[in-house]
């Protein structure tokens, strides 16, 4: 069963440096959050460096030294310690996804 929240996202830009996703969150069960266009207007970006050492359970350390950062989706309907939680749930996968394949996706949907 599906409780109407997700995250859409793919790469923006990559290069020698960074990795930037645009990402859509919504969330169907509040107004205003729908987002039924897909408005991806949040942005996700990785220093390639968290890719090299990567620890996709301690992934929070990489915020804080600002090797990953967020700005948060106007469609941010709860955020966590000032980050849109449906990014924070993205950043997650995207490690847990290349720890797995050793590949960084180009796009990546999470649907609740």
């Known amino acids: 069963m599906k409780i109407g929240t997700g995250i859409e996202a793919e790469i923006l830009l990559i290069d020698d ?8 969150s919504y969330n169907k069960n509040i107004a205003g959050y729908a987002n039924e266009r897909m ?3 949040g942005l996700v970006s990785f220093k390639r460096s968290c890719f090299k050492n990567y620890d996709c359970i301690n992934y929070p350390k ?3 030294k600002g090797l990953i950062k967020v700005e948060n989706s106007f ?3 709860y955020e966590a ?6 990014a924070l749930k993205f950043i997650g996968r995207v490690m847990e996804k290349y720890r797995m394949e050793h590949t960084i996706p180009q796009k990546l949907a999470i649907h609740y």
């Not at 440096?17 to 859509?24: F, G, H, L, N, Q």
């Open 39 to 41: 408005l991806a207007d």
């Open 62 to 64: 990489y915020l804080k």
């Open 75 to 77: 469609n941010c309907w």
């Open 81 to 86: 310690d000032g980050y849109d939680t449906m």
């Open 17 to 24: 440096e960074s990795v930037i996703y645009k990402y859509a």
